[in-house]
């Protein structure tokens, strides 16, 4: 401080040169592309602190882990064997409907479907900002990560990578109302786009048409349109259905169902095409925590 | 003078410490109480130090903490030069308060503090979603700020920062 101004500085002076100095820098951060090339540098320069601050909780977890008795251990393992072996008996015909699915998409001429790579993140830091729902990844661009990558937990979509740096990232949420994502409904085929509203609100949805058919408990899944997520992915469940009195156009609304609220573990999805390298092709099914 | 320079950096230390508890991960069914901890700390500093702690170092501690929050850079770093302008402006009323009294002032800080990040909201994004739930936690700065300004007069008086 002394660096630059001494002390005869007016203080009017000052928190003028500050507050225009900030300004600038935020209008540069707006408009500006270089300026993401320099906060990757930054990012991955203040980096290490999320894994410092993150510590106490995961040294939390792992005592916790320590103080499981033999018992316990034993008994969620049984429960946990059981249900792989439920969930083993109906992927069995996976393969063969998968395969069934494919020759029907040539017959139509429809696009075929690929496999994704998944990876399992963990989440740094839920975002404190309560207008703004981000949360920052342990995965940055070392994994192969990028903007735009489709984010989803084990029960549906949860967002999209925002920004990444060297070896952490950060994902936009689909409640954020900065977000929106292309879903159609499950049981009829119609496509819409789910708006997010803020984390305490169910989200909207736009672009209907006036006479919609669709009711309350109806199952929103990724349409595929845009190109970004891949298709089928459950989103959310309608859960109102209302007419503007005004105009008489629907308000819908859809709860996510990923509890975007207790974040923890998530899985970064990659393509065919943009996989990374660093994936080997046993990991990406050994990616249980 | 040297015995000053070696102590300097205790400042910086607390300022980590602070920016550490911001970012720290905290369970979303209390999160609309998190306080505004970096913010304690640097306006503790500002009434302690005016003539060390300024509006120079409120604005790189809003940078960082821009940084961490992935919002846009300079957002935060004009609240806290903002803040550190009202401190400074007055520092010499808020240090003769009682400890309680200077809890009103930080309530109202910290409210000002949200309130801008709310208008940057609007102007930026175009969206409103205000929750009055923000003052829970602008209500828990008032509180913390006995203990924290306690604790760090400890830390000054101890390091013999001047």
């Known amino acids: 401080m002394k660096l630059i101004f001494s002390k005869s500085t007016p203080l009017g002076l000052r928190i003028f040169l500050a507050l225009s100095f900030a300004i600038s820098l935020i209008i540069c951060d707006i408009n500006y592309q270089p300026f993401t090339v320099i906060r990757y540098y930054l990012d991955t320069a203040v980096s290490p602190l999320y894994f410092v601050s993150n510590s106490p909780l995961s ?137 997010g509203n803020g984390c305490n609100n169910d989200l909207l949805l736009d672009f209907l048409p006036n006479n919609v058919d669709i009711q309350v408990g109806d199952l929103l899944v990724t349409s595929g349109l845009g190109g970004r997520f891949p298709q089928g992915y459950p989103v959310a469940t309608v859960s109102s259905v209302k007419v503007d009195e005004h105009d008489s156009t629907p308000i819908i609304t859809a709860a996510p169902i990923a509890d975007l609220k207790r974040l923890h573990y998530l899985l970064l999805l990659w393509n065919e095409t943009n996989k990374p390298q660093v994936i080997a092709p046993d990991q990406e099914t050994n990616t249980n925590e | ?92 009323l808020i240090r003769n308060l009682a400890l309680w009294q200077q809890s009103f002032i930080i309530f109202g800080l910290s409210i000002c503090y949200d309130l801008l990040l709310l208008l940057f909201q609007i102007i930026l994004y175009r969206v409103i979603t205000i929750t009055p739930l923000i003052f829970f936690s602008s209500f828990v700065d008032g509180i913390l700020w006995a203990w924290v300004f306690l604790l760090l007069r400890q830390i000054r008086r101890c390091f013999a920062i001047d």
């Open chain 2, 1 to 92: 003078m040297n015995n000053i320079a070696h102590n300097y950096w205790v400042i910086w230390v607390t300022i980590i410490i602070g920016l550490l508890l911001q970012i720290m991960p905290w369970s979303s069914s209390f999160y609309i109480f998190k306080p505004h901890w970096l913010m304690l700390i640097l306006i503790y500093w500002i009434v302690a130090l005016p003539h060390r702690v300024g509006i120079t170092t409120a604005f790189l501690v809003g940078i960082i903490i821009d940084l961490f929050l992935g919002t846009l850079l300079g957002i935060h770093a004009f609240i806290f030069s903002l803040i550190a302008y009202l401190v400074l402006f007055r520092f010499q």
């Open chain 1, 59 to 195: 040294a939390f977890n792992t005592l916790n882990n320590l103080s499981k008795t033999q018992q316990e251990l034993l008994n969620e393992n049984k429960t946990l064997r059981k249900q792989l072996q439920m969930q083993e008996s109906d992927l069995i015909r996976l393969n063969a409907l998968k395969k069934e699915n494919n020759e029907l998409r040539t017959l139509l001429g429809s696009p075929l479907r690929h496999d994704e790579y998944k990876k399992v993140a963990q989440v740094l830091l839920a975002d404190t900002n309560p207008y703004a729902y981000q949360v920052t990844l342990d995965k940055g661009s070392r994994e192969g990560v990028f903007v735009k990558q489709p984010v989803v937990d084990e029960k549906g979509v949860v967002g999209q990578i925002y920004s990444t740096a060297y070896n952490t990232s950060r994902a936009i949420l689909i409640c954020d109302s900065q977000h929106a994502i292309p879903v159609q409904v499950l049981r009829n085929g119609l496509t819409m786009v789910a708006v």
